[in-house]
């Protein structure tokens, strides 16, 4: 487990209530280097993600990854171009789906909601072992499921840049003084009633 908030992160970052450090370092930069993400490492991502609660655990997430450059060339044809600016360089691309239905074929009304706590899971686990992840709406879903042959009882719904990372430098200029985590609003803001 985490033990200590990261340097950077302790710039900007500052919780109301104690909560382990390991969710203040988890943040989504664009800089990430070349590096090989090992098999083993990479696998224990998705295990994580694996033991999500889900809705009478139908367990709707799926994951296509592209770990090598001939899938990720793959997936640029369908990422938007403005995220293709930085996105090249992380060695792990995943498109995040659920299926829309579940036992009896009937329609899971949680399926989304499932995936998204998934996908959490996986990217808690992913800064616990030293890299960094960064979801990305921005992607032409038609294109996407075309391209990789995704059934319509799917939804797709995020792109997944998972690798180590990289020098701020490295990104063009107008992402350069973006590249840092961001805050969030208050406790008392998230808390909400509509009883009143």
């Not at 382990?20 to 370092?25: A, M, S």
Request: proline share 6%.
């Amino acid at each position: 487990m985490q033990e200590q908030i990261h340097k950077e992160v302790a710039q900007s970052r500052h919780a109301e209530h104690p909560i382990d450090p390991i969710f203040l370092n988890r943040w989504s930069p664009r800089a990430f280097s070349e590096q090989e993400i090992p098999e083993d490492v990479l696998l224990s991502i998705f295990e994580a993600a694996r033991w999500a609660p889900s809705a009478s655990n139908e367990q709707p997430w799926r994951y296509i990854v592209a770990a090598n450059q001939t899938e990720r060339e793959r997936f640029h044809t369908f990422i938007s171009p403005f995220n293709l600016e930085w996105c090249k360089k992380p060695p792990v691309l995943v498109l995040a789906i659920s299926k829309k239905t579940g036992a009896n074929d009937k329609f899971n009304r949680t399926h989304a909601f499932d995936a998204g706590t998934a996908w959490g899971y996986l990217a808690l686990e992913a800064i616990r072992l030293g890299l960094f992840t960064h979801g990305m709406g921005g992607f032409d879903a038609d294109k996407a499921r075309e391209t990789l042959q995704i059934p319509e009882d799917y939804d797709l719904h995020a792109v997944i840049a998972i690798g180590y990372r990289g020098e701020t430098s490295s990104l063009p200029e107008r992402y350069q003084e973006r590249e840092t985590p961001s805050n969030r609003r208050q406790t008392s803001e998230t808390i909400v009633s509509f009883l009143d």
